[in-house]
């Protein structure tokens, strides 16, 4: 398992920006200063009251807002099933972190850009979105378009 080495690795600033400046997608970095990447603490305690653990959390300001992205990065070294489902837990456990901690002046909290570095072979075989893992409910549950489209679907 080369956890410890990634962690250690992307402990550094500089090797972040290149990570997002390589492979993220749209110009949103060009929009953000990495000269204020700032590591973030990524030890939540569940509503369980287990502790969690992710990998490496980074808050990165963007735009003149100061509208923080946070990216959520996760190592990996073997495909796994559940991952989509994983990294939505540590994306719910990030936001339930900073509600606590207290949200922004407009009330809302910031999008999380949760990123799965995967080092193995073969290629990912995994489902990349938790919609994949989820039985078709047929016709008769799928939302309203209306409301589909709110949400993205």
Known sequence: MNDPIYKRIFAFPRMVEDLLRGFAEGDWTQRADFSAL????????????????????????????????????????????????????YTVLLHRELSRSGLGPDGL???????????????????????????????SLAPPPALAALFGG
Request: no cysteine.
């Open 109 to 139: 909290r910031p999008p999380v850009l949760p990123v799965v570095l995967y080092n193995g072979t073969p290629r990912w075989s995994a489902a990349t979105d938790v919609r994949d893992l989820v039985a078709p409910a047929g016709p």
């Open 38 to 89: 700032q590591k973030a603490p990524a030890e939540y305690v569940g509503d369980d009251l287990r502790k969690r653990l992710g990998d490496s959390v980074w808050r990165l300001p963007l735009d003149e807002d100061w509208l923080h992205v946070l990216i959520l990065l996760e190592f990996q070294s073997r495909s796994e099933r559940d991952m989509a489902l994983r990294i939505l837990e």
